[in-house]
């Protein structure tokens, strides 16, 4: 039987389903073998072997460094438990980090890699979502073991008939010489609002703002929702980067969207347009906006967005 590995950063007790949805998905490519650049306990090993895990593979003597060097351990360690198991794929999270592992294991071993999978097959095909959701493609890697990184809540687990006794087996890995070094962290400043991806409501502002994000701020605050914005308001320097909206920005899906002084370019709808309900604040009747929106409210933002916020605040008291 041919293996499989499944990165996980970290190990809960109990596991988290994230990581047994990362579990099944291996387990379509073989004996899944878990690789882990963290400890992993003996209870959390046993669980592991109840999920059907056949091997977990650390470094010796993990945990006691703090790996500061831009995921190169975490991908040497991989590249090693490759070329030891010789597994026929590597599974991680579609997580920031997972993606840069993948994506340096890729070229470390010329190999294939695919992100943002929704479903792999037996024999390799994996299911890839595009475009904002809007599409799905299949693809198959043509050079070396298939990398992917796998969405979240896209494949279902079952646990195995039988469990396994998995081994554990502790690997030296050589932590290489970082390229660039850690200077400094910062805590990003907490704003209070939801997340901008897992908000309900997400209130957006773009040019139309014209500098001015507090109409925006105070609405989305009555409505307990997160700011989101368009490039042309983040390029401006009027609002931070991480809350752009958009092909080159954060894909958003809530309930509620509401998009003031945005005119709808393409690579904007690309981050919000499977929103659940869109509303739409622009002063110019013939924007794109209101092609896609479910209400449209033709105005200027600065009287339609504080008379909004005022209501919703007077029903709330
Ligand atoms: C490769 C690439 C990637 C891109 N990625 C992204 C992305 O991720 N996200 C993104 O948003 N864009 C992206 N863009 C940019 C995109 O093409 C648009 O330029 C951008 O979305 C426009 O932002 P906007 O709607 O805020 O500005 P505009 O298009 O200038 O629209 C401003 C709107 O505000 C209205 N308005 C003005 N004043 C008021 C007022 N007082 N009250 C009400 N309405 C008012 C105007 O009528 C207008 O409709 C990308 C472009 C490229 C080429």
């Keep these: 039987m041919a293996f499989s590995l499944v990165y996980l950063d970290s190990i809960s007790s109990p596991l988290s389903g994230a990581s047994l949805e990362l579990i099944a998905a291996g387990r379509r490519l073989g004996d899944p073998v878990v690789v882990s650049a963290q400890p992993v306990s003996d209870e959390s090993v046993a ?46 999270p579609n997580s920031l980090n997972g993606k840069e592992i993948a994506a340096r294991l890729g070229v470390k071993l010329n190999a294939g890699v695919v992100t943002d999978a929704v479903d792999i097959a037996e024999d390799g095909t994996v299911t890839k979502s595009v475009l904002a959701g809007a599409y799905t493609t299949q693809a198959r890697v043509t050079e070396g073991p298939l990398i992917v990184t796998l969405k979240a809540n896209s494949v279902e687990y079952t646990a195995p008939a039988a469990a396994e006794e998995p081994d554990l087996l502790e690997i030296p890995v050589e932590d290489p010489a970082p390229g660039a070094r850690v200077v400094e962290v910062r805590e990003k400043a907490v704003s209070g609002r939801p997340d901008l991806t897992a908000a309900r409501i997400v209130v957006s502002g773009g040019r139309g703002v014209d500098g001015d994000f507090t109409p925006v701020e105070d609405l989305a605050d009555a409505l307990g929702a997160a700011v989101g914005a368009s490039r042309a308001a983040v390029d401006a320097g009027w609002i931070n980067h991480d809350l752009q909206v958009g092909q080159t920005g954060k894909t958003v899906a809530p309930q509620l969207y509401i998009a003031a002084g945005i005119s709808g370019a393409i690579q904007h709808k690309a981050g919000m347009q499977t929103s659940r309900v869109i509303v739409a604040v622009n002063d110019d009747p013939d924007s794109p906006i209101f092609e896609i929106a479910d209400l449209g409210i033709v105005g200027d933002l600065k009287n339609v967005l504080p008379q909004a916020a005022a209501e919703l605040r007077k029903r709330n008291d």
């Design 47 to 92: 669980e592991l072997g109840a999920a059907g895990v056949s091997g977990v593979v650390v470094p010796e003597n993990a945990g006691t460094e703090a790996h500061t060097n831009f995921l190169t351990f975490e991908t040497q360690l991989l590249a090693i438990a490759l070329s030891e198991t010789e597994a026929s794929g590597v599974v991680l």
